[in-house]
């Protein structure tokens, strides 16, 4: 969801954002300005000379007009970008990328027509997926090889979510290292040794319990398909709203919050962190 603010004095966009955007770096601002995350009366802008006039109301992030979804959107929120890499804030019901019943709704398709200009056509190849109802965190390349590149040190990549489960776990830290195996007919992870299972370590933090349900912080040290998913339904803890693993719901309590990886050209680390939608925090009541 968008944050939105509303113009007290006439002004230019840039300035305005510069001002009211608290513990926001000057490079960050510039980046979601750039890359279309700001939009001014509904309208979104990339110019930062734009002028506001009072009581204009000014959106920044992920911005929803009335009657849109995840479904039909056609702009995503870019939390980075450079040459080589692309992070994006991908809203929960938006698949990551196609498959052959649904190839035109997902978020590589409308992120590649987002940053296409004519007929120069923006080339990205997924380095990581999430799931639909996942929301969060969410980073793509612009050629194979950088993909590549990437995916040779995911192992050291640090990869945040949070979680709101049913319950309240007995211990307020744990690891769950137990492996995983896909069964490929249910489409569904199975927990437990097996020939056939993968290794896959998963590690909670509670950050808030309520009567019936908790807010927990999830790291993982490995990236299985439906990892966190699995491992806190076998805990006994299952995500709200998650069909496949407990019960079902409206939107599922699962948000990619923090990635941190080591760019492959400038051997820096690259840090990104985006805050869950209120409609997630919501489910904690």
């Known amino acids: 969801m968008a944050q939105q603010y509303k113009v007290k004095q006439r002004g230019k966009l840039l300035?305005?954002?510069?001002?009211?955007?608290?513990g926001w770096s000057k490079k960050k601002v510039k980046q979601r300005l750039q890359g279309s995350s700001v939009a001014v009366n509904g309208e979104v802008t990339t110019k930062h000379d734009f002028i506001l006039n009072v009581d204009d109301i000014v959106e920044v992030g992920?911005?929803?007009r009335a009657g849109t979804s995840a479904q039909t959107t056609n702009?995503?929120?870019i939390i980075y970008q450079d040459k080589d890499l692309i992070a994006i804030n991908k809203p929960a019901g938006l698949l990551?990328?196609?498959?052959?019943?649904?190839?035109?709704?997902?978020?590589?398709?409308?992120?590649r027509t987002q940053l296409s200009r004519g007929k120069n056509s923006v080339k990205l190849w997924p380095v990581?997926?999430?799931?639909?109802?996942?929301?969060?965190?969410?980073?793509?390349?612009?050629?194979?090889?950088?993909?590549?590149?990437?995916?040779?040190?995911?192992?050291?990549?640090?990869?945040?979510?949070?979680?709101?489960?049913?319950?309240?776990?007995?211990e307020n830290k744990g690891t769950i290292n137990q492996p995983l195996r896909l069964?490929?007919?249910e489409y569904r992870?199975?927990?437990?040794?097996?020939?056939?299972?993968?290794?896959?370590?998963?590690?909670?933090?509670?950050?808030?319990?309520k009567e019936k349900r908790s807010l927990l912080e999830v790291s993982i040290e490995t990236g299985r398909q439906h990892q966190i998913r699995a491992h806190l339904a076998w805990l006994g803890h299952s995500i709200i709203g998650d069909e496949r693993y407990g019960t079902k719901g409206g939107r599922m309590g699962l948000h990619s919050m923090r990635l941190s990886?080591?760019?492959?050209?400038?051997?820096?680390?690259?840090?990104?962190?985006?805050?869950?939608?209120?409609?997630?925090?919501?489910?904690?009541n």
Request: glycine share 4%.
């Open 15 to 22: 300035e305005f954002l510069f001002t009211n955007l608290e």
């Open 62 to 64: 992920m911005v929803h």
């Open 75 to 77: 702009r995503l929120e």
């Open 96 to 111: 990551s990328v196609g498959t052959i019943q649904e190839n035109k709704q997902h978020a590589l398709a409308i992120l």
């Open 128 to 170: 990581h997926r999430l799931d639909r109802d996942t929301s969060g965190i969410l980073l793509f390349a612009t050629s194979k090889e950088m993909r590549e590149a990437v995916m040779a040190n995911w192992g050291k990549s640090e990869k945040v979510y949070l979680a709101i489960v049913e319950g309240t776990p007995k």
């Open 183 to 185: 069964d490929e007919k």
């Open 189 to 209: 992870m199975h927990v437990g040794k097996h020939p056939d299972a993968k290794p896959a370590i998963t590690h909670y933090t509670v950050k808030e319990s």
């Open 261 to 284: 990886i080591i760019h492959p050209k400038t051997k820096k680390i690259l840090r990104f962190e985006v805050d869950a939608p209120k409609d997630f925090y919501a489910l904690l």
